[in-house]
């Protein structure tokens, strides 16, 4: 998909804070450091490293990854009051570390994985989604050394967040990645929208579903999202994914990187909502969700109005 290059001096404008949290409702905040006493356990393998600038607090741990046994790590964390969360994480990123390294979120409904390159986006806080928790002292956030990718796994820090309320709906970047008047630009062709976010960018559930892999020459990477509304939200160009098909998940959370991957001439996020075989203008949508507002059904948004009258030559990505 085509990148409008008026939109350049915005990304470039926002890339300083692309990575910021999700933005939840202001609450109770804990967080946890692995050197933080009786709130973090792992296990003989798991090294201690004060090697990267980019960690968090005087040191990290680090393990070779395992295909045999998950030996997580785990911090531990009091949660007061069973609700949504936004669980975020903190890691020295390095070419040598592991590019798909597993997290595990301790819900009300199981454990959730989320998959994690740590070879990018270090030194801040990266949100793995917002999780429904339960109440009391446990272990909320762990790090699994089972994957097959090379380089050694880290463990360093963990914060959660409590929002005011169930979590509904997210928007599919965070807020702080892009200005409201990103969310209202008119798609090239059909009814959907380009938002312009530099690779590495998390890409949020915008509601809660089940996921479906995409993997084509004119999506790229990218995921069809079936909501419990039975509308399909349509996200392309990941550089990677962070769950896997078939994968249920909740609004907020984490389901890939965005990045360039595709039909593609720069990295954005191309988002649509369909119903059936009709695609729908997402702009209205994505507005009321920035905005706090319960956004329109989908079967209720337009399918014009949102796109240019001269159409290009570039395809359209199949409705999958």
Request: glycine letters at 10%.
């Amino acid at each position: 998909m085509r990148i409008i290059t008026r939109w350049l001096s915005t990304v470039v404008a926002a890339s300083l804070v692309l990575l910021g949290p999700a933005d939840p409702a202001a609450a109770a905040t804990t967080t946890v450091d692995n050197a933080a006493a009786g709130r973090f356990t792992a296990g003989p393998d798991w090294g201690t490293s004060a090697w990267s600038a980019q960690r968090h607090g005087a040191d990290y741990r680090f393990a070779a990854p395992n295909t045999v046994t998950s030996d997580a790590a785990w911090f531990k964390a009091s949660i007061a009051e069973a609700g949504a969360h936004l669980v975020e994480v903190w890691y020295p990123a390095d070419a040598g570390y592991n590019s798909a390294t597993p997290f595990m979120v301790a819900t009300t409904g199981g454990t959730r994985s989320v998959v994690v390159d740590q070879r990018a986006n270090g030194g801040r806080w990266v949100s793995l989604g917002t999780f429904t928790l339960a109440a009391g002292d446990y272990n909320v956030v762990g790090v699994s050394r089972w994957t097959s990718q090379p380089g050694y796994v880290v463990a360093d820090a963990v914060r959660i967040t409590s929002s005011t309320g169930a979590v509904a709906f997210s928007l599919p970047v965070p807020r702080s990645a892009l200005p409201r008047s990103e969310y209202d630009d008119p798609h090239h062709d059909y009814p959907a929208i380009d938002l312009p976010v530099w690779t590495g960018t998390p890409a949020y559930a915008v509601r809660a579903g089940t996921v479906t892999v995409i993997d084509d020459s004119s999506c790229g990477r990218g995921i069809n999202l079936t909501g419990t509304d039975g509308a399909v939200y349509t996200y392309c160009h990941f550089s990677s994914w962070s769950v896997s098909n078939g994968a249920a998940v909740a609004p907020g959370q984490q389901i890939g990187l965005t990045g360039n991957t595709g039909n593609s001439t720069g990295p954005h996020l191309h988002f649509g909502i369909r119903t059936g075989s009709t695609r729908r203008c997402p702009q209205n949508f994505l507005l009321a969700v920035y905005d706090g507002a319960t956004p329109p059904a989908a079967s209720s948004l337009p399918t014009t109005g949102c796109f240019y009258a001269t159409r290009s030559t570039e395809p359209v990505i199949p409705l999958g």
